[in-house]
Structure formats: structure tokens, C-alpha cells
């Protein structure tokens, strides 16, 4: 085996080259503070209402998913996850996950969920349903579940969207179970 060494002036390009990604990710931090530091009355105001929230960007759109649970019977309570953008000029829901939660059998049932067509594809699903996913285990629950319409326009689509974050599918049913303990 040869060991070919690298001459001074690669290892110069070398060090320009990770210079300049050091650069250009200190930069795109740097715009993304300013992005929400512009915005902040607008974050602050969607944050205080929810139970739990996040905030992320996007191509210098601010999104917020932010999950809310309003209780309807003593044994259960409905929960609602949704993802908006958010800036000083548009503030609307994007992504919207309904669920019903069934405080005696620890589980969810997922009635919908629903995205923009113009958003669609972007992650923003994924997001407010992994919300969901680590909201459920902060309060115990077991089980995660759906039905899929067989046959819909959206039925392929919807399976690889369960799929791909983590659930099983048999028949229509969709279903995800979670290995947690309730939280104090």
C-alpha cells in the first residue's frame, strides 16, 4: 500500500472550504434569529395558548406546530394539532390533525388530518403527528390509532405517510404503539 501525502496547498483548500461552510451556516443562523426576532409578538401570542409547541423554518417562513387538548367528558378529551405560518403577514393553519383521546383505554384515535395542497409534501404532517407522538407519551398513552379509507383518492398517499413515521398498518387500520410510562 502506497500513502500518498497531502501537499500543503490541499490542505489550505481544505481549510477554506470548511471555512466557508462554517460561514454559511453562521449566517443562515444569524437570519434565522432575525426571522424570529421580527415575528416575536406573533410567536408569542400562538404560543401561550397551546399545551405544547414548536417553532422551525422554513425557506425564511416561520412555522409554529403547536398542539391543544380541550376536554369534553370526564373520560375522555379531544386533541388538535396544527401547524401554521406565521409571519407579519400571513398567520394561517397550513397542516390539521384531529384526535380523540380515550383517557380509560390510554389510547388516541386519529379522525384526520389535513394539509393545503401548496404545502403539501414539506413535512409539515409529519411534524404535527410527531408532536402528537411525543405529547402522547408525556401522558401515558399506549396506543395511537386510524382508520384509512380504502379506495380514497388519498389512500396510497396516506399509507406511506403513516409508514414513514412509524406506524403498522393492517387491513384499514393504522396504529402505533408507544413504549412509555405516564409522566408525573
Do not use: P
Request: net charge positive; glycine share 4%.
Amino acid at each position: 500500500m502506497f500513502k500518498i501525502k497531502k501537499s500543503k496547498k490541499l490542505k489550505i483548500i481544505e481549510l477554506e472550504r470548511s471555512n466557508m461552510l462554517l460561514k454559511s451556516k453562521n449566517d443562515t443562523l444569524i437570519k434565522e434569529k432575525n426571522i424570529i426576532l421580527s415575528n416575536i409578538d406573533f410567536i408569542d401570542k400562538e404560543i401561550c395558548k397551546s399545551k405544547l409547541s414548536k417553532i422551525y423554518i422554513d425557506d425564511n417562513d416561520i412555522f409554529i406546530v403547536h398542539l391543544f387538548e380541550t376536554r369534553t367528558y370526564n373520560y375522555s378529551s379531544d386533541i388538535y394539532v396544527e401547524v401554521k405560518i406565521l409571519n407579519q403577514k400571513i398567520n394561517k393553519s397550513i397542516t390539521e390533525l384531529y384526535c380523540e383521546y380515550d383517557k380509560r383505554n390510554r389510547s388516541i384515535w386519529v379522525i384526520s388530518i389535513d394539509t393545503l395542497n401548496s404545502y403539501g409534501n414539506c413535512g409539515h404532517g409529519s411534524r404535527a403527528i410527531k408532536m402528537l407522538i411525543e405529547y402522547s407519551k408525556i401522558i401515558g398513552v399506549e396506543k395511537i390509532k386510524g382508520e384509512l379509507f380504502l379506495g380514497s383518492d388519498f389512500d396510497k398517499k396516506l399509507k406511506n405517510f403513516y409508514l414513514k413515521n412509524g406506524f403498522n398498518i393492517k387491513n384499514s387500520v393504522f396504529e402505533k404503539t408507544l413504549d412509555c410510562k405516564k409522566s408525573l
